[in-house]
């Protein structure tokens, strides 16, 4: 039998491609999403890999729906805690609304998809967490106050994760993607993204497809040992 892995935010975007990629590693794939229908549907016809919706924010949704996936597909043994969204204004601007948004989503939102899933990694002794963070989470970002404090925080929580997990078999990291070519990206206004790419020594965007890389590389049984690292992915833009 195949382990079951969910990918939050797993129908389009970054999420995607790894939901694709652990498929064609041999895993059984539940992806997340939260609002857009057709995305999922478009993405389920093509992929073939079972879409379900919840809002990461809302504790309850998320864990129905996480019973939902393991009464599907069995017991879940890997979970990849995608989903992210922006709310971009320089702090002056930012109101307490965008403020919250990405708060409960992007930070609690991990809370809310790991919890549910935790006791029954500590029992089964076997578990992979992978938290998707951000370069902006490690250097920070005008305009991303919001969005920074969560990408901070996602080390935080996966540093504290791999230290409960270690002696039940459970390993939580984190990948920090620069900036890739995704609809989030996209939505930079043209002459700051130019400018961003500008400043990407590879000179170029990264591709959903790396990060998935990396991904299928820290829930295989050959990364055990690595636990509560942070894998950076930017093309030299940032170093730590
Ligand atoms: N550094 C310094 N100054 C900057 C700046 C930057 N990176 N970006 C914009 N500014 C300056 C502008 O030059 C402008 O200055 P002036 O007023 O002197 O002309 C000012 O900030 C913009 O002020 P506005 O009041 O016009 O700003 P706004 O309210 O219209 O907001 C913005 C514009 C939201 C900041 C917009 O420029 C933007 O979206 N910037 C991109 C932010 C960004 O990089 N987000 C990352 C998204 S991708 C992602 O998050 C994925 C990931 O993990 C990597």
């Known amino acids: 039998m195949s382990k079951v892995a969910l990918v939050t935010g797993g129908s389009r975007g970054i999420g995607a491609a790894i939901a694709v990629a652990l498929k064609s590693a041999g895993y059984t794939v539940a992806a997340n999403y939260a609002g857009n229908d057709e995305a999922a549907a478009k993405f389920t016809a093509e992929t073939g890999i079972k879409t379900y919706k919840w809002n990461v924010a809302d504790y309850d949704a998320s864990k129905a729906g996480i019973a939902q996936v393991e009464a599907d597909l069995g017991p879940i043994e890997i979970v990849i805690a995608n989903a992210?969204?922006?709310?971009?204004?320089?702090?002056?601007?930012?109101?307490?609304?965008?403020?919250?948004?990405?708060?409960?989503?992007?930070?609690?939102?991990?809370?809310?998809?790991?919890?549910?899933?935790?006791?029954?990694?500590?029992?089964?002794?076997?578990?992979?967490?992978?938290?998707?963070?951000?370069?902006?989470?490690?250097?920070?970002?005008?305009?991303?106050?919001?969005?920074?404090?969560?990408?901070?925080?996602?080390?935080?929580?996966?540093?504290?994760?791999?230290?409960?997990?270690?002696?039940?078999?459970?390993?939580?990291?984190?990948?920090?993607?620069?900036?890739?070519?995704?609809?989030?990206?996209?939505?930079?206004?043209?002459?700051?993204?130019?400018?961003?790419?500008?400043?990407?020594?590879?000179?170029r965007l990264g591709e959903p497809e790396e990060i998935a890389r990396c991904v299928v590389f820290l829930v295989s049984d050959d990364a055990g040992f690595i636990n509560g690292s942070t894998i950076s992915a930017n093309g030299a833009q940032f170093f730590v």
């Open 84 to 203: 992210g969204i922006t709310r971009d204004a320089p702090f002056h601007k930012m109101t307490p609304e965008q403020w919250h948004q990405v708060i409960d989503t992007n930070l609690t939102g991990v809370f809310n998809t790991v919890h549910p899933i935790w006791p029954g990694m500590r029992e089964r002794k076997f578990g992979r967490v992978v938290v998707i963070s951000s370069i902006n989470g490690q250097k920070g970002q005008f305009a991303q106050v919001n969005y920074a404090a969560t990408k901070a925080g996602d080390l935080g929580i996966v540093k504290s994760l791999a230290q409960e997990g270690a002696r039940a078999g459970i390993t939580a990291n984190a990948i920090c993607p620069g900036y890739i070519a995704t609809e989030m990206v996209m939505a930079v206004p043209e002459k700051v993204r130019e400018s961003i790419i500008a400043g990407i020594p590879a000179g």
